[in-house]
């Protein structure tokens, strides 16, 4: 079993909808990071976050530290947001990052 | 203010060849971590540098090393290149060890060819 674990693998969805991605975690980590990865290969950091939840504009990304999880959401998803999505644990400050497979998300109009 | 920056951008060499990837880390950042990105497979850790020094190490053979230099820049170097090194490889940093702020912010990678 992978120390990071996401789901699902690859999603679908028609432009507007809502969108759901899961992340769960076998360990105790200090920080999770969000992370959009374009065709192109290069990779953008969306979210790093201990606690709680944090927005930016149609990203919602939560944390459950209880039980090792945290969710990505988008609203109103737009075909500029087919990338792929991969979710990274932390453990300890300034310390390597250990990567889930990541979620394909293709948005069709 | 500038990113991550990695040269060069693309890569082809041979089996049995030698390799020397680079990357710069925004500046005040003292952290800087390798990662592999094999076709098909998810990322995985390759080495963290930090205030010139190798902090970890990620599974790798011996083969694969790097170093950082006193500017913070790094090297990744790979000897006698196998097919399965062909690969993306991402250069990220962070402030550091001694600061707290430890978001990793990625530079857009090397694809390496090795045929």
């Known amino acids: 079993k992978n120390e990071v674990e996401q789901s699902p693998q690859n999603l679908t969805a028609q432009e507007g909808e809502f969108i759901t991605i899961n992340c769960s975690y076998s360990?105790?980590?200090?920080?999770l990071h969000w992370l959009q990865q374009h065709p192109g290969g290069g990779i953008v950091s969306l979210f790093m976050l201990s606690s709680g939840k944090k927005k930016h504009g149609r990203l919602i990304a939560t944390i459950n530290i209880q039980e090792k999880h945290s969710s990505l959401h988008i609203t109103a998803s737009h075909p500029r947001d087919s990338a792929v999505y991969i979710c990274a644990t932390k453990r300890g400050t300034a310390s390597k990052l250990t990567f889930g497979t990541g979620t394909r998300l293709q948005v069709t109009l | 203010e500038a990113g991550v920056t990695q040269s060069p951008t693309h890569l082809i060499k041979t089996r049995g060849q030698q390799v020397t990837l680079r990357c710069s880390p925004i500046s005040g950042h003292t952290s800087v971590y390798w990662y592999q990105q094999a076709l098909g497979l998810g990322l995985q850790f390759l080495l963290w540098y930090d205030e010139g020094e190798e902090r970890n190490r990620g599974n790798f053979p011996p083969r694969f090393s790097g170093r950082q230099f006193p500017n913070y820049s790094s090297e990744l170097n790979v000897n006698a290149l196998e097919l399965e090194d062909s690969a993306l490889y991402l250069c990220?940093?962070?402030?550091?060890?001694?600061?707290?702020?430890?978001?990793?912010?990625f530079g857009p990678g090397t694809r390496l060819t090795v045929l």
């Open positions: 990220a940093s962070s402030l550091g060890l001694t600061r707290q702020g430890d978001e990793q912010f």
């Open positions: 360990v105790g980590i200090s920080a």
